[in-house]
């Protein structure tokens, strides 16, 4: 008879993959808010540890002066008010539908939405689009909706966006993207694409926004996150 010999390890290897209840968990969301994230490509199944952990490593968006503006949204669906074909994010959407589906109709300031300038597109706290907001262009005829709300339509330049990562070039074309990509905090299942180059005054506010986490609270998809008062 062979008596079996041990040894000791401080730590536990892990598996490569992990499960929906774990990512979940993990990330601070409930099941159905990781559904989404995987329907939306943000994630893909089978869930790899790596990916949920560069998600979860990510810092939480914290305001030092001004203030960003804040569309937080679902998966993609098809929209049920006027003006737009979808409502929602997916990662393997043109930018044309992407602008078309996060950029209005919603109820919101139009005034400090413009003021602010810069709209960041968030699902579940992770940022999936940034825009520089240029206009309004129904400010002066918004649309009434059912409950008698106003609701506006916004302009805007695309900063950031995420896309999958099976479409991605062989080469980042900016300094932002290599930047980006060199925080540690993009996982294996998309890629950030940004439009900015190193001399961009939204450079930093493109690193800083779409390497993190975003929580505001507010009473319905528009939201605001301030500096110190």
Same mark, same amino acid.
């Given at each position: 008879?062979t008596?079996?010999? &041990?040894?000791? @390890?401080?730590?536990l $290897? ?12 993990q ?11 995987i ?9 790899l ?6 998600l979860? /490593?990510?810092?939480?968006l914290v305001?030092r ?13 098809p929209?049920?008010?006027p ?6 994010f997916? /990662?393997?959407i ?6 078309? $589906? ?6 919101? %300031? =139009?005034?400090?939405?413009?003021? %602010?300038?810069?709209?960041a ?5 992770? =940022?999936?689009?940034? &825009?520089a907001i240029?206009g309004?262009? %129904? ?9 008698g ?14 896309? =999958?990562?099976?479409?991605?070039p ?5 300094? $932002?993207? %290599? ?6 905090v993009v996982p294996?299942? &998309?890629?950030?694409r @940004?439009t900015?180059?190193?001399?961009s005054?939204?450079? $930093? /506010? ?10 505001v609270?507010s009473?319905?998809p528009?939201?605001?996150l301030?500096?110190?008062?």
């Open positions: 008879m008596i079996p010999t &041990f040894g000791s @390890s401080t730590t $290897a892990q598996p490569e993959t992990i499960t929906r209840h774990a990512a979940a968990v990330l601070g969301i409930t099941h159905k808010s990781l559904s989404m994230l329907t939306a490509g943000i994630l893909t199944e089978p869930l540890r790596a990916d949920v952990d560069a979860a /490593a990510r810092d939480r305001g002066s001004g203030e960003l503006t804040v569309l937080r949204i679902g998966a993609l669906t929209a049920s008010d003006g737009r074909q979808f409502i929602g997916a /990662a393997d043109d930018d044309q539908q992407l602008a078309d $589906a996060t950029l209005g109709m919603w109820r919101a %300031n =139009p005034e400090r939405v413009i003021g %602010n300038r810069l709209y597109v968030a699902m579940r706290t992770i =940022p999936v689009a940034l &825009f240029t309004c262009p %129904n400010i002066d005829a918004p649309l009434v909706d059912d409950s709300k106003l609701r506006y339509r916004f302009d805007g330049e695309l900063l950031a966006r995420i896309e =999958p990562a099976a479409g991605r062989g080469q980042p074309t900016s300094t $932002a993207e %290599n930047t980006i990509d060199g925080h540690g294996s299942s &998309f890629w950030v @940004s900015v180059d190193a001399s005054p939204y450079r $930093a /506010a493109v690193e800083a926004i779409m390497t993190s986490r975003i929580a609270d009473g319905g528009v939201g605001y301030s500096g110190p008062a």
